[in-house]
């Protein structure tokens, strides 16, 4: 398996709470990604990043921030929790070439729960 | 707008059969295309990617093809067993996007 981590791996929280989850990767891989997937959604693509400190939105990036300020972590936001940010998450690693995406590995995920 | 389709929610097939799922796109001009394999409370595991200007990529028993006139991959497990069970989900990616948008998946069950 890529050297690929997310922590916690289980987290329940209250709406209105900052949550911050982490992916560590020990690849090297350039790029990094932040997904969740939702019943009948699949695999939503919220941020990524292409290096250090260079980061885009994806699809769903309301109420979503990330962070990377080495290449190893990639942190992902929720400012202020709600209801409808309950899902699973996935963190993804690709690279290390750069000019097209590689095949993509992915993390254990986080399930996250916001009562 | 831009959408990816999984021809069905759930495939049940004989073991020993051969399952073909289905994934079609519309507003993609795709370069490449994956295809993960996802277990139960586990992450995507990559299979294989396909080319836009190739026709058909073979790994063992799995088979993908991909027709960008249709706008559809098919990907084929022969003689399936029921360790191949899961949820298969496709990926395309667009040249120079640095990112790939999935479909919803189909989940498998090989039935002994």
């Known amino acids: 398996d890529a050297g690929i981590t997310q922590s916690p791996r289980h987290k329940v929280t209250e709406t209105g709470t900052p949550v911050t989850l982490r992916c560590h990767q020990t690849e090297n891989h350039r790029y990094m990604y932040w997904y969740r997937q939702d019943p009948g959604h699949g695999l939503r693509l919220i941020h990524y990043s292409y290096g250090v400190k260079d980061t885009d939105k994806g699809e769903v990036s309301d109420g979503y921030s990330v962070s990377r300020s080495k290449t190893e972590d990639f942190l992902l936001t929720l400012e202020s929790a709600t209801s409808s940010q309950t899902s699973v998450y996935f963190c993804?690693?690709?690279?290390?070439?750069?000019?097209?995406?590689?095949?993509?590995?992915f993390g254990p995920g986080t399930r996250l729960t916001v009562l | 707008s831009q959408k990816i389709e999984q021809n069905s929610e759930a495939l049940n097939i004989q073991e020993g059969k051969t399952a073909t799922l289905t994934c079609n796109y519309t507003n993609y001009s795709p370069a490449y295309l994956q295809w993960y394999r996802q277990d139960p409370g586990r992450g995507p595991v990559f299979l294989l990617l396909i080319r836009e200007n190739e026709k058909e990529k073979r790994k063992e028993r799995l088979k993908v093809t991909f027709d960008t006139t249709l706008k559809q991959s098919l990907f084929h497990i022969t003689a399936s067993q029921p360790a191949d069970s899961a949820t298969y989900l496709c990926a395309l990616e667009t040249l120079g996007n640095e990112k790939l948008t999935f479909g919803t998946g189909t989940r498998l069950t090989i039935i002994p």
């Open positions: 993804a690693i690709s690279g290390p070439t750069s000019g097209r995406v590689n095949e993509q590995f």
